[in-house]
């Protein structure tokens, strides 16, 4: 009885151990003809930290991360000839393509 509870006990254990296995259909492989991502606005905010504790935002800062995170992004994927294609998002919140 104790045999078949340790056995048991070491099946549940042990079955966490197992190796997942993701397979991709064939309608969710990358195509060759895909050749351009949609980038969605990006949130991104820096801000400085003053004496007191409060986190104070910095615009500027915040602009330029915004543009330097875009262009690794461009350079990344230019690499592998693949173009980003930029969402603005207008006032009505729709999305539009830049």
């Not at 905010?45 to 615009?59: D, H, K, M, Q, R």
């Not at 543009?67 to 693949?82: C, S």
């Amino acid at each position: 009885m104790a045999r078949s509870i340790v056995i048991l006990f070491l099946t549940v254990v042990l079955s966490g151990c197992v190796a997942s296995v993701n397979k991709v259909g064939p309608d969710l492989a990358l195509r060759k003809e895909c050749k351009s991502i949609l980038l969605m606005p990006m949130d991104i905010e820096l801000s400085s930290l003053t004496a007191g504790g409060v986190l104070e935002p910095n615009a500027e800062w915040t602009t330029m991360a915004g543009q330097y995170v875009e262009e690794a992004l461009k350079g990344k994927f230019a690499d592998k000839n693949i173009s980003l294609l930029g969402a603005c998002r207008t006032f009505s919140h729709q999305y539009v393509l830049a």
